[in-house]
């Protein structure tokens, strides 16, 4: 059976450089960090004051008041970066057949923020006090089924939740039910809001985080040799995925075709990853194979690259592996870097930062690289926006419990 083709026509997201994907692609290519000290919450008691909030987020401004209420705050993300997707797209689903369209999102952690409220309610008025949307509005697939109802989409509606890895698997996922005739259009992506107390103080606890008070921009620095940890951030990424003979039908804008996907487990341990990177090593090569492309073929890799100790370098060791002294030759950056790390929505707004490297031949870069580490001896691309000819990338997304999955991203031709 002849595989069909999925390519990418509407982007949207929230992230902490801004709620639109223009702006977020000029931060990137400045150099510019979204990171910052803790507003939303009281940060006195911790250890960790820094994040990457999403900033002056006003939900109304997108969503009917009542929607907006019903919804924890990743739903919201989700929803308005879904909406601004969909404009991209310049689909009217009105004039499609609405089970032949879906939407699968990823959240590692779901509604935090709406568990933490109803916890304190209870503890303070009892069981009474409990609001009836507690459940709606935490439970992981929130984000997914909103979109979905919002847009009147009746197709394939799932939600993924693997870590860090969740968005990824959301478009590895959505890429099969497309190739399967299951559907020709689907909304996909990730979403997370947990900067939140119990958010927030589950990962210092954790001693996962940096603890850069003084100088938060300069805080998340991956494969750089005086990373201490990673940046708690939030946000949504989801594109638009469309089987390509029906977006070409419409005449809709192609921003880049989805190749292929390549997903394993460690099968080592529940935070860290295996030290030699063997499983985020085969991902790639699965994804390659899938993608139907040689190593040689890639020029970029957005890498999950985390600024954390044994990530970082598990990834370089994965890299070399996977591509053998092809690895020195490809570009390497880290959206982390500028964003810190948004968890379950990382691998979506990576996902674009991977779609307009492609689109503009430029490459963003991974800031506050100052000290080379030895065991992290790639091109990470320092500091600097770099202008390139970039053909096939792959995006990486590992996650806690050892999730991996590697997607193949092309230039439509």
């Known amino acids: 059976m002849t595989r069909r083709r999925v390519v990418i026509t509407g982007m949207g997201t929230v992230n902490p450089l801004s709620a639109s994907v223009a702006d977020y692609w000029r931060g990137l290519l400045e ?46 993300f989700a929803l308005v970066a879904a909406i601004e997707a969909v404009r991209d797209s310049a689909l009217d689903f009105g004039r499609e057949e609405p089970y032949r369209c879906g939407v699968i999102v990823g959240s590692g952690i779901g509604g935090m923020k709406e568990f933490e409220e109803q916890v304190h309610r209870y503890v303070e008025g009892g069981p009474r006090r409990i609001s009836p949307f507690l459940i709606p509005k935490m439970i992981p697939n929130a984000a997914a089924a909103n979109i979905s109802i919002h847009f009147g989409l009746c197709g394939p509606n799932t939600a993924v939740s693997t870590a860090c890895a969740s968005a990824a698997h959301a478009f590895a996922d959505a890429l099969r039910t497309i190739q399967y005739d299951n559907a020709d259009i689907m909304i996909a992506g990730g979403t997370e809001a947990v900067t939140t107390p119990m958010g927030l103080g589950g990962f210092v606890s954790a001693k996962a ?3 850069r008070n003084d100088n938060p921009a300069a ?13 708690l951030s939030e946000g949504a990424g989801l594109v638009v995925l469309e089987e390509l003979e029906h977006a070409r039908k419409r005449g809709a804008t192609i921003y880049a075709e989805l190749l292929g996907c ?28 899938d993608a139907r492309i040689n190593t040689t ?27 053998g002294a092809h690895a020195h030759k490809l ?72 999730h991996n999955c590697c997607l193949v991203v092309g230039a439509f031709q």
Do not use: W
């Open 331 to 402: 570009a390497i950056s880290s959206t982390k870097s500028l964003i810190g790390h948004l968890l379950g929505a990382s691998g979506g707004v990576e996902m674009i930062a991977t779609v307009q490297s492609i689109r503009y031949s430029i490459v963003h870069p991974t800031i506050n690289y100052v000290t080379p580490d030895p065991e992290c001896d790639l091109d990470y691309v320092p500091n600097k926006a770099r202008e390139m000819r970039v053909r096939k990338a792959i995006s990486n997304s590992f996650g806690f419990g050892g």
């Open 262 to 289: 390549g997903s394993t487990a460690d099968a080592y341990h529940i935070t860290a990853p295996h030290e030699e990177g063997k499983g985020a090593a085969m991902a790639m090569k699965l994804a390659l194979q």
């Open 297 to 323: 073929d890639v020029q970029y890799v957005n890498a999950h690259g985390t600024s954390t100790q044994l990530g970082d370098i598990a990834e370089t060791r994965a890299m070399k592996q996977v591509f």
């Open 219 to 231: 805080a998340s620095r991956p494969f750089e040799k005086d990373r201490d940890g990673f940046v």
């Open 31 to 76: 150099g510019r960090s979204g990171v910052a000290l803790i507003e939303g919450m009281d940060t006195s008691a911790f250890k960790v004051k820094i994040g990457g909030e999403v900033k002056n987020f006003n939900p109304e401004a997108h969503l009917d008041p009542k929607t907006a209420r019903h919804l924890d705050r990743f739903a919201q």
């Open 209 to 211: 985080l940096s603890t």
